[in-house]
């Protein structure tokens, strides 16, 4: 079966871009993977658009046809969609297409314009991840079940509020280096501190913020791979699952969906990974970041806090914490600053492991889905 | 952002006016709301029951997470209540103060409104959930 190689990617700032809709910034994304990949737009068999909310915030459907009008391309052209996860869903379809010889070159773009409108309305489409008729319904949104988990982890394992903060205040340092990274500033714990309480006792400085951006990725089969110039990383495998709704798992404090598919897709690839090993997990609150590194063994049951000062290539470009999280695109960048770091070419980092990996989740671990990369 | 709808809204009024159960003849697991299949193992060979829509709050939060439709009743108390059968369910808890509400406590469904898409809109009611006081 055919390889797949990420072979080029493209990020846009992370931000508020009132000036740029979903198309400018789309096509800047897309310009930049292509031109880092050495492949003209010509040469795509596949347009694959992740974006979770287009309906709600953009009035628009059928995305990806809308999007491959403004490039002037004639291709089959698919948005997918799988909540916070629809980046890695739609790279996981571009890389069985890609296998399955379907295709030979699949160009991913994921992209989210949350800022279109006041933020109630912004949570409005954000809640709308959860089940409408049982959870948005009864006013029910992720960030209370995020701090219902916060609440149960820190009375089961003897956290404080302010041991919490720890999470973050890593995000922000790590922001720092990444230029696409929207709160790319250092935050002192005594702001953090004073944060507004959201639910609580989760405040805004345990959530990702509300953003924009896009991101995209040039995915290509092994032979178009080896005539390129730059270096293409190989997309290893994937695995995703699901778990029932939170409320009915007995549980909030543990991550079943990703423990699942982790454990299935290490025992397939072999893949070892530890606290060197290059990781982005879904921290679109602090409390899932590191329920994902229990979830994935780096650190024991309630232990996760401890383990983060020995993980210099945890979510390095500030994860959705302080990069952001532009939802539809979020993986992408994921992948996107994952790709640059065994490129070698990440901004103030060395990585020399053979394997990195993504993690992303829709929801309190609603699904999860694990990618790894390998060069 | 689509306003509310009569129709979804109503073919699911059992599940808004009293709380339906599912109680899976496989696996023997109760869970909640009314389903077709049970959400554990899958099985289309359920039968619904009835909850008696008293319970105790398992966990809750005091959220001041705004969403539209949401301007009035802030902060909400978004709570997960175990139901006397058992199973837990995602709920509102109302009549009650931040200060007032502890784990543990006992709590009755009452009918209320959920939501309206604005002064003159649509208004959804349906079960959320109060201290039991007299008791």
Redesign the interface.
């Known amino acids: 079966m055919a390889k797949t190689y990420i072979a080029g990617v493209g990020m846009t700032k992370v931000g508020r871009h009132y000036e740029k809709g979903f198309k400018e910034l789309s096509l800047e994304a897309i310009d930049k993977a292509l031109k880092h990949a050495g492949i003209g737009i010509n040469e795509i068999d596949y347009l694959l658009v992740s974006s979770a909310f287009p309906e709600?915030t953009l009035h628009q459907s059928d995305i990806a046809t809308i999007l491959a009008q403004e490039l002037g391309i004639k291709v089959r052209a698919l948005r997918v969609d799988a909540g916070e996860a629809s980046g890695a869903a739609a790279v996981a379809l571009g890389n069985d297409l890609i296998r399955l010889g379907r295709v030979r070159t699949v160009l991913v773009a994921g992209v989210e314009k949350m800022s279109e409108?006041p933020?109630?309305?912004a949570?409005?489409?954000y809640?709308s991840i959860l089940d409408?008729?049982?959870?948005g319904?009864?006013?029910?949104?992720l960030?209370?079940y995020a701090?219902?988990t916060l609440?149960?982890y820190m009375e089961r394992y003897g956290v404080s509020r302010e041991e919490v903060f720890k999470w973050a205040i890593k995000m922000h340092e790590n922001a720092l280096t990444n230029p696409y990274a929207y709160l790319s500033f250092k935050v002192s714990l005594k702001r953090m501190m004073d944060s507004?309480?959201?639910?609580?006792?989760?405040t805004t400085y345990d959530a990702f913020p509300i953003c924009d951006g896009a991101a995209a990725l040039v995915m290509v089969e092994e032979s178009v791979a080896s005539t390129l110039d730059g270096k293409p990383v190989e997309l290893l495998d994937y695995e995703a699952i699901n778990s029932?709704?939170?409320?009915?798992r007995?549980e909030?404090t543990e991550l079943p969906a990703t423990r699942k598919a982790f454990k299935k897709l290490s025992k397939r690839t072999g893949i070892v990974v530890d606290e060197e090993t290059a990781i982005q997990v879904h921290d679109s609150f602090s409390i899932y970041g590191l329920l994902a590194l229990e979830a994935l063994g780096l650190a024991g049951k309630g232990k996760a806090l401890e383990a983060l000062d020995n993980m210099p290539y945890l979510n390095h470009g500030g994860g959705l914490k302080a990069r952001g999280h532009p939802v539809g695109a979020t993986p992408l960048y994921g992948l996107a600053e994952l790709t640059l770091l065994m490129q070698n070419s990440y901004p103030g980092l060395n990585y020399s492991r053979d394997i990195s990996l993504l993690h992303t989740m829709s929801g309190h671990d609603n699904s999860s889905w694990l990618i790894v990369l390998r060069r | 952002?689509?306003k509310n709808s009569i129709s979804?809204?109503w073919r699911?009024r059992s599940?808004?006016y009293r709380i339906k159960l599912t109680k899976c003849r496989k696996c023997g697991r109760i869970?909640?709301?009314a389903r077709e299949r049970c959400?554990?193992c899958g099985s289309n060979d359920v039968e619904h029951i009835d909850s008696s829509g008293h319970g105790k709050i398992l966990?809750?939060?005091?959220?001041?997470?705004?969403?539209?439709?949401?301007a009035e009743n802030m902060p909400?108390i978004?709570a997960?209540v175990r139901l006397d059968e058992g199973v837990?369910?995602?709920?509102?808890i109302v009549d009650s103060s931040?200060e007032e509400i502890k784990e543990g406590m006992e709590v009755e469904a009452v009918l209320r409104r959920?939501?309206s898409d604005d002064p003159y809109g649509l208004i959804?009611y349906?079960l959320?959930f109060t201290p039991v006081l007299n008791k």
């Open positions: 709600l409108y933020s109630a309305q949570n409005a489409a809640s409408y008729e049982y959870e319904v009864r006013n029910v949104s960030v209370n701090a219902m609440k149960n507004q309480i959201m639910s609580d006792p989760i029932e709704p939170p409320y009915l007995g909030l | 952002m689509l979804i809204f699911k599940n808004y869970s909640y709301p959400p554990y966990n809750y939060t005091v959220s001041y997470y705004r969403r539209e439709g949401d909400r978004v997960l837990v369910i995602p709920a509102e931040p959920l939501n959804y349906g959320k």
